[in-house]
Structure formats: structure tokens, C-alpha cells
């Protein structure tokens, strides 16, 4: 009997509770389908169904603009209808990160050129700049490149205002007379001041030159220096020391063995990280069968990636013949990096003088480390 009332009383508190389950899940379904507004019905019944809409948008907002790469983007977007739908909102696009726009070059397809349209679309200057240099260099579809690449640059995008500066210096696009050097030096000025570091290099060597601007060797000088330094600033930030040992920071006889940073201070800098634009082009190119065309070169600093838009665009090295660049900034850079010593005649000094475009690099190496003794 006891048994039984026990019985009883366990199945009178059973229905009891089932019946508060039932309420307490009802009351759940009606609050969620408050918070979603217009979703539809009961959904799976877990807890991110209950986030408000908003959080899941301002999540989303925080993905796309620290993602390290599309994966981790995509992969969020493909997870449920939901995710889809609040994902390629215009607000969460116009945040994108270049790292969450980086599209590898074997990855190109016409689903991945509409993505970036609808990213720029939205708003997000990254993607004006990465479809822009596509389609400018990959697609030879000039206008709507240089267009896109200017939307970026109005917006004070560094790297967008460098790039339509190599563009007037070169007169890209277009033939000789097309060179506009007084326009390039104004946006290589503009993304200078923004801290692009191949712009202050740029504007550095033209300054001692004389290139587009009245020559002016000191101011010269002080851009190169700078240019050194927040390049070495850009490179400790992204490499936190009790992650990566600073070795590279010590001393060393061996310059000409060292990474192409700061090497005339002494210091063994490793490279920056490429642009995901860059990359893209260098990748492009280098594929079989997508060369830029016949007589037409790649810039050989590796971390550029322009193609010449005709025959003889690009500069090249005197003493060798062998490498072209599209700007002094890349042919610094890539003296510094790796061509100092496969250049042939380069350790000899009757042969540097003989050749006047390697002047200003050699020069310019020996002023810079006399100004860092
Ligand atoms: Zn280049
Ligand atoms: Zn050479």
C-alpha cells in the first residue's frame, strides 16, 4: 500500500513536472519566436536559437572583420539558414577584414568574384581594392579596376593610394605619354603620410632622384630611414617576442646573408606579410598558362606580383638584364632582400659606378648605414 501511495505520489509529482516542462517549453518557444520577430516556427529548440538577432549580427560583424582567412568566414555562413541569411547582411560585409577577403588564385571562380561584389556592394574598402587590382591586372579590365581601386583610395586606403600611384608612374594601362609622375608623387605623398611603408620608399627614392619633385636629397633620406623604421615597428608588433626569439635583431657581419629589413642597420628583419592583392597576382601569374602574355614581364620583387600592361613597362637592372620592377620601391626592396647577391657584377665597384640605375640604391645603402653609425 505504501508501495503503492509511494507509487502514486511518484507519478502524481511526474505529471506535476512533465506538466511544468510543458509550460516552462511553451513559454520558451513563445519568448524565442519574440526575439526572432519574424523566424520561423520552434526551431531546433537549443540556446543560440534564443540570441536575439542583433547579438548574432554584432558577432558576425566581429568575425568578418577579424577572420584570418575566408575559411573562417565561410564556414560560419554555411553552418544554417540562419547564419547564412544574418551573415551576408551588408553590415557584416562592409566590416571584412583583407585577411577574410584573401581568395587564392586557384580558388577564382565566378562565385567568388560575385562574393566580392556584394562585399563591395556593402560597403568594405578591402574589397573594392583586392577586385580592383583583379580585374586591372588579371582580367585587363582597366576602367572598372582603376575605378574600384579609386573608390578604396578616397577613403584613404594606403595601399589602394600606392597602388594608383605605380600606376601613374608607369602610365599603366595606357602607353607612354600616360606617365603622370607629378600625380604619382602626390598619392605616393598621401599613403606615405598613412604610413605605408613601400610608399615613404618610394617617395624616398624619388626624392633623391629628383622623380616627379624637386630633388632634395635630405628629405630624401629621412623618408628612407622612416621607411626602415616603421617597417621594423610593423614587423615587432606582428611577432610579439615571447612567441617569435628576436635573434634576428642581433648583429651580424654577414649582411649580405640576412633578411631585406633594416640590413643597414645590421638587423636580420623578417620580410612583412603580403597583401592579400599582391599574393593573389603573384599566385595568378605564376600558374601555368595565366603568364602575363607574350614580351610582357613580371615585377620581380616577389611581394608585388604586377605584370607589365605593355612591353618594356618596367625597369630593369642594368647590370644584369635579368630582373624587372615596377617601382623603385620594389627594386630596393628586392636589391635588399635577394638581388645584391645574384646580381653578377655587384661586388665590384668599377662596375656599380659604370651603371647609373643602380646608383641610387648603392648610394642609398651607404647613406642609410652611415646614418645609423
Ligand atoms: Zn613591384
Ligand atoms: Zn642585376
Request: positive net charge.
Amino acid at each position: 500500500m505504501a508501495a503503492a501511495t509511494g507509487n502514486m505520489c511518484v507519478d502524481g509529482g511526474d505529471t506535476a513536472a512533465k506538466r511544468k516542462r510543458e509550460e516552462f517549453s511553451w513559454e520558451e518557444k513563445s519568448s524565442r519566436k519574440k526575439l526572432k520577430g519574424s523566424a520561423e516556427g520552434d526551431g531546433g529548440g537549443d540556446l543560440f536559437d534564443a540570441l536575439p538577432d542583433d547579438i548574432v549580427h554584432s558577432i558576425l560583424c566581429k568575425l568578418s572583420s577579424t577572420a584570418g582567412c575566408p575559411e573562417d568566414f565561410i564556414n560560419v555562413l554555411i553552418t544554417c539558414k540562419r547564419l547564412n541569411s544574418l551573415g551576408l547582411q551588408p553590415m557584416v560585409l562592409s566590416k571584412s577584414s583583407h585577411k577574410m577577403l584573401a581568395i587564392k588564385a586557384k580558388n577564382w571562380s565566378e562565385s567568388a568574384r560575385r562574393f566580392l561584389v556584394r562585399c563591395v556592394e556593402s560597403g568594405s574598402v578591402e574589397a573594392s581594392f583586392i577586385l580592383g587590382m583583379i580585374l586591372f591586372y588579371c582580367f585587363q579590365n582597366r576602367g572598372e579596376g582603376v575605378a574600384l581601386i579609386a573608390k578604396a583610395a578616397i577613403t584613404s586606403h594606403a595601399a589602394a593610394l600606392y597602388s594608383l600611384a605605380v600606376i601613374q608612374f608607369n602610365g599603366s594601362g595606357g602607353s607612354k605619354n600616360n606617365k603622370d609622375l607629378r600625380a604619382g608623387v602626390a598619392l605616393c605623398s598621401r599613403a606615405a603620410f598613412l604610413g605605408h611603408v613601400d610608399a615613404m620608399r618610394e617617395l624616398g627614392h624619388c626624392f633623391q632622384d629628383g622623380y616627379g619633385v624637386s630633388r632634395n636629397i635630405m628629405e630624401g633620406r629621412r623618408l628612407l630611414l622612416q621607411a626602415n623604421a616603421r617597417e621594423l615597428a610593423l614587423v615587432i608588433t606582428a611577432t610579439p617576442g615571447a612567441v617569435v626569439p628576436r635573434a634576428w635583431l642581433r648583429w651580424s657581419p654577414h649582411r649580405h646573408l640576412q633578411g631585406p629589413l633594416m640590413s643597414d642597420f645590421g638587423c636580420n628583419v623578417p620580410a612583412a606579410e603580403t597583401h592579400p592583392a599582391n599574393q593573389f597576382l603573384y599566385d595568378w601569374f605564376s600558374s601555368p598558362g595565366r603568364e602575363p602574355g607574350p614580351d610582357l614581364r613580371l615585377c620581380s620583387n616577389s611581394g608585388c606580383g604586377r605584370p607589365e600592361t605593355r612591353m618594356h613597362e618596367f625597369r630593369r637592372c642594368s647590370v644584369c638584364g635579368t630582373v624587372n620592377y615596377c617601382s623603385r620601391a620594389c627594386q630596393a626592396l628586392d636589391w635588399k632582400y635577394k638581388h645584391k647577391a645574384d646580381c653578377g657584377p655587384h661586388n665590384s665597384g668599377a662596375a656599380i659606378n659604370r651603371y647609373g640605375d643602380l646608383n641610387a640604391l648603392i648610394n642609398l645603402n651607404e647613406d642609410d648605414a652611415a646614418i645609423a653609425i
